[in-house]
């Protein structure tokens, strides 16, 4: 059954990649990438409709939904997709240019991090999904759906229950975005019990297709060897490895933040794919809203930042972020019917921004002391990539017709700015909330600058060499 859970997203997502023009004969590695993360995002709106339908919809019925739904969009697409030419990685990659050995080496580095990857993913299914974050959030969200059957009375009285302390909720945040307690909902469903590992299935094939696309882009916009040490200096750093290790919603984050990217870089360097690129940014931007409310923020950052540099298309970004503002909306008017609310946002009444204003004399030089200490300057939280990403913005700036290149990172940088915005305004102690969630925060961006490093150091080494 746990084949089933990983099978039926993926088989869905690619008849939604080869739909968005990702096809798998171009690029295997973003094709796989998207099929993941789209896959999940579609399992997810229909188990939601099972749930919230008053018929009783067992989860083998929508693994036979999803199937009929891929069986017809291959046989529609498969004349099409044999008669393609195969297309190359991209017009303006270095890869065609390196040696052998060269492309060997990331094709080494890619196995040794999917080795690593996979370990951690089957380490972790000997621990109950029962502590932490992943056990009193996300898992805790999952069972309360399933037991109670639907988004009636007894779904509302099972959130407002406390656990056995009498202390804290048995749903702590329940708050928070629906798409991962959907798919944990769907897992239990289908394997018939609240197994140990069951839950994290599906979380974790999306947070693994953050990996995938790490390394489309890296392979896309940076020689061979840059692209492995760049890979293995992402996939080695301590976020990067607790979002694959858990059901938290934070890796699948990292996910629709890198695929944003790799989407964004794409219509920039082929003009064919762009339209359809584009809204392959869109949907991954509102999968990033699906899976934490962090992802609205990240949402409108790079909303902002394509809607100030894309000159001329303008009217196709803003047409790209609907569905992030429908899935924002969404989620907050199913938090509204169910009376739930952030206490981050608003606390006894209170509204954070009020609150960091009102506390930044005290707070902004703690926490501007700790964000560069803990986390751009750490070595384990960032790898020092953020240094080299805002040297190369700096040299990008300085260049004509770059605004499109660099809007990715305007976004992580407003991204990262909100984020210490957040923690002047929090309502917790300052330092327990950097500590627990400042560095694991900030690398929802970072793949995404990594890959956004390597399309800058293409494009800077293409204006040295030009006269």
Known sequence: MLAVAVACPLLLGAAAAEALGIARRGDGLAWSAWSLALGCGLLGALVFVAWVSPLTIPAGAVAVVLASLVGSAALSGAARRRAAPRAPVAATSAWTRAARGERALFWLALTLVLACA???????????????DEGHIWSAKAKAMLIAGGPGDGFAALLSRHGANHHE??????????????????????????????????????????????????????????????????????????????????????????LACEAWLRARTDSTARPRAVVAWGAALALGAWTKNEGVLIALAFGAAALVTARGERRRVALALLPAAGVAAFTFAFNAAHGLSNDLIVERGEPFWTRAFEHAGERAVPVADYLAREVLLDSSASRLLWLAI?????????????????APALACAAVLAGYAFVFLGTPWEPAYHLRTAAARIAFHVLPAGAIWLAAATSE????????
Do not use: K
């Open 460 to 467: 800077l080494r293409v204006r040295a060499d030009s006269p």
């Open 169 to 258: 909720w048995a749903v702590a945040h329940a708050d928070y975005p629906l798409l991962n307690p959907l798919l944990q909902m769907w897992t239990f469903q289908l394997t018939g019990s609240f197994a140990v590992a069951a839950g994290r299935v599906c979380v974790q094939m999306f947070a693994l297709a953050g990996l995938l696309a790490l390394s489309a882009g890296l392979r896309r916009h940076a020689r061979p060897a840059l692209a492995a040490a760049l890979l293995v200096l992402v996939a080695s750093a301590e976020p990067f490895r607790d979002g694959l290790s858990n059901a938290c919603g934070d890796g699948m984050l990292v996910a629709s933040t890198a």
């Open 390 to 406: 805002a040297l190369s913005a700096v040299a990008l700036a300085r260049l004509p017709r770059t605004g499109a290149l660099l």
């Open 118 to 132: 996979f370990d951690l993913i089957l380490d972790s299914s000997a621990r109950a999904a029962c502590t932490g």
